[in-house]
């Protein structure tokens, strides 16, 4: 599933953008504003918290567009800016989830094929409500963007089978409040 950060853009937009030009700052915003707010709302449960974090995604954007070398590279590089935004945010101590003990689960669950069901739900925000922040993290990554578990194991700082085990419990939440 695209999110839109393979939109293309011209490497004058960027170059400019680059110089401060707000015309082009404002274009690359208009162009962006909808796959980095698409990303954030999988991330975060509440809209308002996804419109502040884009905010300040494209705030960084901006003022770290200089670090940006290849032009071409430009989606690729504000999706994973998105992401980091996002991560620090639910990394911050209050926002943290306590830790569930790692639990060995077999390496033969086609993983993807659980997930399936979920592009069938016609209200995936009001299901998403049942996850904790780091639940929906996961299976969002996962299943939207196509990240793998060691992925996102090291993004939690976690194991891989920590990772495996937390999105099968959220899975197994999702199922019940769809069924419910």
């Known amino acids: 599933m695209s999110t839109g950060f393979g939109s293309e853009i011209s490497p004058d937009t960027i170059r400019a953008a680059q110089e401060g030009r707000r015309d082009a700052q404002r274009v690359i915003f208009e162009v962006f504003q909808r796959p980095v707010l698409t990303l954030l709302r999988g991330l975060c449960k509440e809209p308002e918290l996804a419109r502040d974090l884009a905010q300040d995604v494209f705030v960084q954007a901006f003022a770290k567009l200089n670090q940006l070398r290849e032009t071409s590279a430009f989606g690729g590089w504000l999706k994973q800016l998105t992401l980091n935004t996002a991560f620090a945010y639910f990394r911050r101590p209050t926002n943290q989830n306590h830790s569930l003990e790692d639990e060995a689960e077999s390496e033969s669950v086609d993983w993807h094929s659980q ?66």
């Open 115 to 180: 997930a399936d069901w979920l592009s069938r739900v016609d209200d995936i925000e009001a299901l998403f409500s049942v996850l904790s922040d780091e639940e929906r993290l996961i299976v969002w990554l996962f299943v939207v963007e196509d990240y793998s578990h060691q992925e996102l194991a090291e993004q939690f700082a976690i194991s891989a089978t920590a990772v495996r085990q937390r999105y099968h419990r959220a899975l197994q939440k999702l199922k019940d409040r769809s069924q419910s």
